[in-house]
């Protein structure tokens, strides 16, 4: 995935969690997996680095992860 392409990823609720959105994304298997994802790269929500699995996401928060992508929460 290029670092210069936005990926929207769509959800069908108002609000989702960091770790829902990185299953979601297809880039983690289980949930389990966020911890360790999230430990092991650096991860922007709307600029600022977080790092938080239960960290609220919203329709239209940008996810940037270093060396993966970016990406646009649409419902």
Excluded: C, P, Y
Excluded at 14 to 24: A, M, P, R
Excluded at 39 to 48: F, M, P, Q
């Amino acid at each position: 995935m290029s670092e210069n392409v936005e990926t929207e990823i769509k959800i069908e609720t108002d609000t989702i969690t960091l770790g829902q959105f990185l299953k979601l994304a297809d880039l983690i298997d289980s949930g389990g997996m966020a911890k360790w994802f999230l430990s092991e790269h650096t991860v922007l929500v709307n600029g600022d680095q977080d790092q938080r699995r239960g960290r609220k996401l919203s329709i239209g928060d940008r996810v940037d992860i270093e060396g993966i992508g970016s990406f646009l929460v649409v419902n």
